[in-house]
């Protein structure tokens, strides 16, 4: 890790990063719960134990009579399972519910939807992670509130014990004599230092409390990139973090259909690469590096573990120049890069390959940071007809967005934010499983069900809609990734995010 990107990780604060998403925190799922097609969101409480906010949007369908909500440690319903919340419909909307649930353990959680109307009824699985990501501050007023209160507690506690000594066993009315009062002296000097000493032990507790929070707050793994001299231009990327050889080990499975999603972006956003490597071991994995210019790049690697946790491998890397040919490793290897290095530009269209060209179809509003917006993108040939997109790693498109700082990073699709991995984790798990035997059943599946994935989540031909609320203000770049006869095609644009 060069120091400048981690400083800037410290600086953005590692807070922010959750896991599978950098700065992202939040949960997109858009997909068909029976005869109902539906928009889940769930933004986590950042700590552990927390209150997880549900809302689930009612994209199309009607007569929707109820909608239950449960979360699912590790995803399978147990006989210690509370009952499902119902969430509520939120008041002055027909069609957006909310609830709030207790994710109560660390790890890899599924929130069960089911919904119920006259149409029938369906259920979705939406993954996410519980990870303590954030220590919640005192805030100064509040601080110096409570100081004034405890300070007043404790003159009050000695007062009480004096006055008991003195006169709590005298009939009303009655003085108390030159020895209880010494009495009550000498017992109140004994209580300062005693009390003192319980305070003194309750901020003891306190702070390792604290510090087991601290110790427990979600951090990317540690890795190293390195790029081999010579011909090829091999990247790998290691995991060399101490936790993986222990308690964070799972094995791997795939995520529509590869192991790891590495993406690299020039941190100016000029360039963008998203590459699929093979893995060389259990903590490797090697790539053909494309063209790309030099210079420095961020490098994010998505990966899932069998136990539906899902997550981004952080690191930076310093390209040099390449002009070998690139035999690219995997045949859904793709990259892009600017024509004009590092110029920002807010136009609605992208120039693709082949003379096509990528529409982004949003009104003049501006995007706010928090509010969930569906992202459209239409993609025409050069005829000016809607493009034949083809399904791609079993989804129709796949796009990545992130602020121009680096401080938030999402990979999404017209599915949302969730790792497909993840979901097939949770659907396919059983309990007779031994490590590595969901793998291979994941694997499987994902080959089987990957063309029909795709079509599930198909709108308008040639358009794509994808679920996304920016989290926080800023420039934002967003790459979106289709493919027509046969070739993956790079649409770009950028924004502004205002504040909420
Ligand atoms: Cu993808």
């Not at 009495?183 to 390792?208: E, M, Q, T, Y």
């Not at 401080?407 to 699709?413: D, E, G, R």
């Not at 969901?438 to 063309?451: D, G, K």
């Amino acid at each position: 890790m060069t120091p400048r990107w981690g400083e800037l990780l410290v600086a953005a604060g590692v807070l922010l990063v959750a896991s599978a998403h950098v700065g992202s925190p939040d949960t997109f799922y858009e997909g068909d719960a029976g005869p109902y097609r539906v928009r889940v969101i769930v933004r986590p409480p950042g700590v552990v134990p927390g209150r997880a906010e549900i809302t689930v949007r009612l994209l199309s369908g009607s007569g929707l009579r109820s909608v239950l909500v449960l979360p699912l440690h590790g995803g399978r319903p147990t006989a210690q399972d509370p009952p499902p919340d119902s969430a509520q419909r939120v008041s002055g909307s027909s069609d957006l519910y909310d609830a709030q649930l207790w994710l109560m353990d660390a790890g890899a959680y599924s929130i069960r939807v089911d919904v119920a109307g006259t149409a029938g009824s369906g259920t979705v699985l939406v993954p996410v992670n519980s990870i303590a990501t954030r220590r919640l501050g005192f805030d100064t007023p509040l601080a110096i509130v409570l100081l004034g209160f405890g300070a007043f507690l404790f003159v009050g506690a000695i007062t009480i014990v004096g006055a008991a000594v003195r006169e709590s066993v005298l009939a009303p009315g009655t003085e108390p004599d030159a020895g209880r009062r010494r009495r009550s002296w000498w017992i109140r000097l004994i209580a300062v230092p005693l009390l003192a000493f319980a305070l003194f032990a309750g901020k003891k507790w306190w702070d390792r409390d604290d510090a087991a929070h601290a110790a427990s707050l979600y951090r990317p793994m540690d890795v190293k990139t390195t790029i081999a001299a010579g011909p090829g231009h091999l990247l790998t990327l290691a995991i060399t973090d101490s936790e993986w050889f222990g308690r964070r080990f799972s094995p791997l499975i795939p995520d529509h259909g590869k192991l790891m999603h590495l993406f690299l972006v020039r941190d100016d956003l000029s360039a963008f690469a998203h590459l699929h490597p093979l893995m060389i071991d259990s903590s490797t994995f090697r790539t053909a590096l494309p063209p790309l210019p030099p210079g420095p790049y961020r490098v994010y690697g998505d990966i899932v573990q069998e136990n539906g946790f899902s997550q981004t491998l952080l690191d930076s890397v310093t390209l040099t120049a390449n002009r070998d040919p690139w035999k690219s490793l995997d045949s859904d290897d793709s990259w892009w890069k600017s024509s004009q290095p590092s110029a920002v530009s807010y136009q609605p269209e992208s120039q693709l390959e082949d003379a096509a060209t990528m529409t982004w179809l949003r009104d003049s509003a501006p995007i706010v940071a928090g509010r969930d917006i569906e992202l459209r993108f239409a993609v025409r040939t050069k005829e000016g007809k809607p493009a034949p997109l083809e399904p791609y790693m079993g989804m129709l498109s796949h796009a990545v967005i992130t602020r121009a700082d680096g401080a938030v990073f999402v990979h999404l699709h017209p599915a949302g934010t969730i790792s497909m991995g993840s979901q097939l984790v949770y659907a396919l798990r059983r309990s007779s499983d031994t490590t590595g035997v969901l793998a291979a059943r994941i694997t499987a599946a994902e080959q089987a069900a990957a063309p029909m994935a795709s079509m599930a989540t198909g709108g308008e031909p040639g358009t794509v809609t994808l679920p996304y609320a920016f989290p926080q203000p800023g420039p934002y770049r967003i790459w979106v990734q289709v493919k027509v006869r046969g070739r993956v095609l790079t649409g770009v644009f950028d924004t502004q995010v205002s504040p909420s």
